[in-house]
């Protein structure tokens, strides 16, 4: 048991980390463009699937500075030549120009690289058991994970504290209203934004995929949790962002490793009872159940506290 | 006689900064009431209290006798009062005849029928065609509202917010950025309409304010120093050192 | 299917309706082409082609040629629906399925009802992989063959051959969490318990069917358990990423599957390093020591560029003309007559048959390893160009891999 | 009413005596949708118009959110599928118990089913609009669609529940079994519902839920609370979407998780938002559209995904009133009579655009070819001229198409705009626009 608390206290603080890799440049976006961005989740999965071919070319450890700028790069093109011209129609129309290029890149990408998951490894240096607990080996591979994931949020939040950028993202995080007044640059601030949060979800894509599944579809399993992540956060706050990334990284961890049920808890329903919404609830596994629980979670919070959990806005 | 407004001890704080501190405001009903102040006075945060967008920190607001302080703006607004906006706030995309249409609806009790045909209501089609005659908009009805010059707008603005029928109209200067002429022409339309109604006006034009209101309070850092008719104002020695002494010479 | 210039004419003809000349027999592969599972799909389309391709340059069926028409269904019931009822609009009498028990009970009971009210269009559906048992039991419909061992076929196949495994003690079920991960849950609890009352079910896992990337949160509740072997009905990333997630935490069990062969799943079982700890169990494999089979395979291979992954297909189809020139004819009610009951040597060597009461194909099941190859002689492929193939375990005869049915047939 | 009669230039507004226009256009709906079949008989046609019927119902609730209300959902197709599921489930009770309910009622239970969902969940979901509404519906939509598979005994695993439409009491001899029939029952339902939604744009509700999208704020000032006009207009999206859903099931005799899922969510917002939110047959458009290019592109092509992204982000970008809007624009121009002024310079345009259109089709394609294995000797065939996937030749096509066709549009396009202004401008002052 305790074996399991350790790992999954591991697993859960890692993919609470990559989300919030995720999640801190959705919400610096959002807070300063008022876009959602619906594609933050290709970018990842652009990350990876860069990562993996330029791993086959010129080995991970370039793939890791080189893809993540690619995606980065990417990502500003898609801000100066997409939302830029489709900001004069508002949010809905961005946030619909986002939604359409989510899925032009999935497609792009299963169109390039097929539908099936890719053979992308985790490099010879980093493939071996860090440590063992309770003789389980935990991969060397998700302590670096973890370790880049970390200084990436210390860089990030040196960043926000220390440069010029940092702080007129500050400034937007608190007061939405001020980004309108500054000026001639507002353009090559929201490039510059937008570009940097993309390159986060790629750098995020290019270190989980050798670790997670590159594949097609990874887009789409992430984005709807992002999304959960950021509005159960509150919208628009990035240590709301922080707090739900582990939270929800901690709580679908643990979920798996759990066996409860309501069967196992009281014992089993009358089995004369037939199948019945009942007894399809009754013996529901927690284990079952932990995919939906980050929706779950969603519901919960908007109707105790619909501004999430640390979010000021109305909308 | 109840007041048609009567503020009493509000206060409003964001975070820690004090935008109004006990603000104490009565207007008698059929009285045209101006509010005057610098920029930053707190002069949109007291609209704003009033009509129910925001909610005061501590303190209550009565209209009519009723307590309203912390009600939603549609409750108040149900109660019988009305607001305009200082940045034009019309429904961009409906035509000026659907604009008005949507501000008497609530007014002639249809509420949120869908049983109906909104165009087959014949107290609505007067209603609405009197105040677009009244607001000079007729020749521009089957407008979208986002189309129309801006002082058309803002003439749109007032026939949307006199359109309920409210007994208390308040408008949030309500000739900002008009020209002389629209001005006068706008003055005098705020005159008719709000004939019979308590009127509270924020303005900054000061010959719109001493032309129109019946009395007039002073609003600097978010408490009234002044209040009384344009001729005490006029000779208020707080009043003309805070703020007449400055900007009107 | 991809001549771009005829949208605008396929449209055309889609309003105008298309009819053609029966000259042909035409078999709609109904699979999914595009969207998450295609390059499956598409594996499976290339098989039937070749398939067809053998059949054509052989004289065709009966003096027909055969023509193998592709349908996207991108693994949606309703989709497949939609392109049923566009096989039966253009005239195709009979269609084939694999990918999803899913589209396969959506296309089952379109079938039935489609031959009750449109007699004399009568439309057969064979079934090359989808394997819910409820197909042939609950379900059954005499327009519907099966050629792939269902799922509690396999299982009682397995468990044939773990009932003599005395190292057998503590097993671990793993599975995805739909109605096939269920069934072979539910058939893998209530066999061994019949066979080997001594061996411990020392864990039941159901888990989200494709969601999971991460698998090393089971592993741990795996290896907490104590197992020394896994049985799993996984496939795609679940399999690859369950094996590849035990490696990592060096987990030292047997995997027992079903699909762990399937696309890019001999690549990730080579990179985790699990020799011969793999066991798969299919109704057929390359290396066989069949020399039909395997010369069929060395050709298929060639042509093709894809290990043989659907041996069942070569069953169907070479069965399909046998019961065709057997009926004397192409109409499908006279070759659904023909094929109930019909022996068949399959192409692994041995006899398998088409049982009349459910229409389920019975055979040989075959249990493999998968890992490095002793003799290349003997064992010539290896897959996915790993250098490792698939070994032979056991070989399990028709007669130790029969189940009963509840089917009550409703014959026309 | 004097004002009203004061001499206005039209500008959007259908002129006066409307009401004979107005029934005049549902008859000629009728007629249309009664004739349709006797033309295009095969079964094929008849498919694909019981599945754009469908769709256009379905398309048409979405837009009492998105284009009516500004609401924008990424999860509608949860109400159009339990709408599905509620009437399979009542179909099969029906014809169990013999209850003498015949089958053009069950859609009814359908729009029921979507009805009811909507108003549990509604009130907390329309508590806010804008970006907040639409990441909640998306979660609202994962929950449901994922929690169908567990709850199996309700919705059937991902086999779904099947049911026999047949087997319900027929009505006036018909037994629902051929497909012309269906189509009928459809087609009934479709013009129905698209006159009750059209109904409803001209209702009290349906003028403040445009004013609750245009201005929310506003709303709360002239005395509604827009949270209550999300959450009626909500109710009507899912009641509308469940006669949809309620339909399918009819014609696929099924209903399973995917009716749930976000791919049919993501479908109902691409079919109204190309077609044109803005316009009540914007959505009708799209649903025509959408479906034909879904039945009619996955034959050609095996990426026909990307061409529906690719449409769609084009439609955002360059034409986000839809297509209804690119029609609408020019009615001004028709009625000043000046219309014929862009006319030239549309046909001047269209040539290079089509190349471009051409080599990125064909670039796509080369790709797609390339890297699904088949580079070698597959050929693409455009306009009837095959391309090999893997000459040089094909490439340097496709390469001076995309590039040259795109630098000589983006001149015509500029000369296109110069038109419309001297167009526009003749409109303006013969009083046609705005």
Known sequence: MAELIVISTLNGVLFGMLLFLLSSGLTVIFSMMGVLNFAHASFYMLGAFFGYQLTRWIGFWPALVLAPLLVGAVGMAVERYGLRNTHKHGHVAELLLTFGLAYAIEEIVSMVWGKSPMDYRIPAALDFPAFTVFSTNYPAYKIFMLVVSVTIFVALLIALKRTRVGLIVQAALTHPSMVGHLGHNVGRVFMLVFGVGSALAGLAGVIAGPSLVTQSDMAGLLGPILFVVIVFGGLGSLPGAFIASLLIGLIQTFAVALNGSLASLFGPLDPGLGPSPLTDIWNVTVAQIAPILPYLLLVLVLIFRPMGLLGTRES | ?249 | MRHLPIAVAAAVLMLGGAASAQETVKIGYIDPLSGGGASVGEGGLKTFQYLADELNAKGGVLGHKVEIVPLDNKTNPQESLVQAQKAVDAGIRYITQGNGSSVGAALEDFVTKNNSRNPGKELLYFNYAAVDPSLTNEKCSYWHFRWDASSDIKMEALTNYMKDQPSIKKVYLINQDYSFGQSVRSDARKMLAAKRPDVQIVGDELHPLLKITDFSPYIAKIKASGADSVVTGNWGQDIALLLKAAADAGLKVNWYTYYAGGAGGPTAIKQTGLDHQVYQITEGIPNSGNKAAMDFEKDFRAKVNLSLWYPRAVNEMRMFKAAAEKANSIDPVKVAAALEGMKFDVLDGGEGFMRADDHQFFQPIYISSFGTLADKAKEPFDEENTGWGWHLVSKIDTANAMVPTTCKMKRP | MSNAASPAPAVTKEEPGGALSFYGVWLIAAAALVVLPLIFSSGGSLTSFSLIGIAIIFALSYNILLGQTGLLSFGHAVQYGLGGFLAVHMMNAVASHNWPIPLPAIPLIGGIGGLAFALLVGWVMTKRAGTVFAMISLGIGELVASSSLILRSVFGGESGITTDRTALMPLFGWTFGPQLQVYYLIAFWVLISAIAMYALTRTPLGRICNAVRDNPERVEFIGYDPHVVRYLAYGFAGFFAGIAGGLTAINFEIANSAYLGATQSGFVLFAAFIGGTAYFFGPILGAILVTYLQLGLTNVTSVSLLYFGIIFIGIVMFAPGGIAGLLMKHRPLIRAGSLGMVIPSYLVAAIPTLAFALGAILTIETVARYSGGEGEGSTINLLGIPFVATAPATWAAAAFLLVGGYLVARLTWLRVAEAWDRAATVARDRGYLA
Request: aromatic share 6%; with cysteine; proline share 3%.
């Open chain 2, 1 to 249: 006689m109840t007041a048609a407004i009567e503020v009493k001890a509000v206060d409003k704080s964001f975070g820690n900064v004090g935008i109004i501190r006990d603000l104490n405001l009565s207007v008698a009903k059929g009285e045209r009431h101006a509010i005057i102040g610098p920029n930053g006075a707190g002069k949109s945060t007291t609209f704003n209290l009033i009509s129910g967008h925001i909610k005061p920190t501590s303190g209550e607001i009565r209209l009519n006798g009723d307590v309203i302080s912390g009600l939603r703006p549609f409750e108040i607004n149900r109660r019988g009062l009305s607001r305009s906006f200082q940045v034009t706030n019309v429904f961009a995309r409906m035509t000026v005849w659907e604009n008005v249409r949507c501000g008497v609806l609530w007014a002639t009790g249809h509420r949120y029928a869908f049983w109906k045909n909104v165009d087959n209501l014949p107290e609505v089609k007067q209603r609405t065609a009197r105040i677009l005659d009244d607001i000079h908009l007729s020749h521009r009805r089957d407008v979208p509202a986002g189309l129309l010059t801006y002082a058309e707008q803002r003439e749109l603005e007032i026939g949307i917010t006199i359109a309920g029928g409210a007994s208390v109209i308040m408008l949030d200067e309500p000739t900002a950025g008009m020209s002389h002429a629209e001005t006068d022409r706008a003055v005098a339309l705020i005159r008719r309409l709000t004939e019979g109604r308590t009127l509270v006006i924020v303005e900054h034009d000061m010959s719109v304010v001493f032309g129109l209101a019946d009395r007039i309070s002073v609003l600097v850092y978010g408490n009234i120093i002044a209040s009384g008719t344009p001729d005490e104002i006029r000779g208020n020695p707080k009043v003309k050192e805070a703020y007449l002494g400055e900007e009107i010479d």
